[in-house]
Each structure stands twice: as structure tokens, then as C-alpha cells.
């Protein structure tokens, strides 16, 4: 069984893991893009 975090890959990916062979994925949709990166 493969599990793959794809916590940003919906960003930059176009294929999903499960269309290349993982079993299972999560993400975190609820991120900021960028939360990590923009300054306040």
C-alpha cells in the first residue's frame, strides 16, 4: 500500500498520485497558497 501527502501538490501537479499508482493521498485544502511565504 502506498500513502503519499500531497499537501501542495494540487498546486503544481497535473496528475493526481493515485492516477501513477499510490493506493491512498491526502490534502489540506484548507491552506493559504503562500501562507508560508507572504510577509504580514
Do not use: T
Request: glycine share 16%; proline share 5%; charged share 20%.
Amino acid at each position: 500500500m502506498v500513502f503519499v501527502d500531497n499537501c501542495y501538490g494540487e498546486f503544481v501537479q497535473r496528475v493526481e498520485p493515485v492516477q501513477v499508482g499510490a493506493d491512498i493521498m491526502a490534502g489540506a485544502p484548507l491552506k493559504k497558497a503562500g501562507g508560508g511565504v507572504a510577509q504580514k
